[in-house]
């Protein structure tokens, strides 16, 4: 049992009381190591969610720096930050409100070089990235790692939230074996976000972390829950694993990291 100070024992006692979690949970997360693959819309609330429950270890890949028009949703940042990495100004506000988490900042791109040796350290990935190649890249690394990723996605007023978990449920690839033609998925710059919506998305991914990282309650493996803010509405459907999954099924194809962008014919 990890050894609590008064602070600790006062910070988490509202998880301290629940059965679910008590002493030994609480250590858990203490003693646990989460990769947010992204500081941005989902990533602000997910990574805020997961340092205030007191997840010891947070790792935060991005290459990106904070613009005025990522504020309206992007809740990891604010004025002062414009023009600062993401990693860095993320670090600094999880560090503002738990100093318990040790922030790691990865300020690269994911790629095939590096996605292996970053996503190693980590017990579960939180993927709140926005874009094809990316999301396929830590699908197929998760996978070859037998990480659990929990993924999230967000369109206009709509998103999504699921656990892909190697060895016990579907992998995104069963979900959706190829990308869309280019053009046909356009991003958030270019179709638009409604603001709130990632703080939905991102704290689900947050719940479903937890409980990942706890073994309690009915996780999203298999499931994929969808939302719409327009109508308050959410919906879950089933997720079947497919057999036939190059990277996942009976006889997999794909025992490497390929070429994301020209997979999805997605030129930066």
Sequence with gaps: MYNFNNEQIERYSRHIILKEVGGMGQTKLLESKVLL????????????????????????IDHDVV??????????????????????????????????????????RLSSKNALDIIGQYDVVVDGCDNFPTRYLINDSC???????????????EGQVTIFY??????????????????????????????????????????????????????????LLLFSALGMDFKKMKLRADSQCPVCGENPTIHELIDYEEFCQVHW
């Design 67 to 108: 613009d005025l028009s990522n504020l309206q949703r992007q809740i990891l940042h604010g004025m002062d930050d414009i023009g600062r990495p993401k990693t860095e100004s993320a670090k600094e506000t999880i560090r503002g409100m738990n100093p318990d988490v040790n922030v790691v900042e990865h300020r690269d």
């Design 143 to 157: 996978v070859m790692l037998g990480k659990p990723n929990v993924h999230g996605s967000i369109f206009q007023f």
């Design 37 to 60: 693959i992204g500081a941005g819309g989902l990533g602000s609330p997910a990574g805020l969610y997961l340092a205030a429950a007191g997840v010891g270890t947070l790792g935060i």
């Design 166 to 223: 190697p060895g016990k449920g579907p992998c995104y690839r069963c979900l959706y074996p190829l990308p869309p033609p280019p053009g046909m998925a356009p991003s958030c710059q270019e179709a638009g976000v409604f603001g709130a919506l990632p703080g939905i998305v991102g704290t689900a991914q947050a719940i479903e972390t937890i409980k990942v990282l706890l073994d309690i309650g009915e996780p999203l493996i298999g499931h």
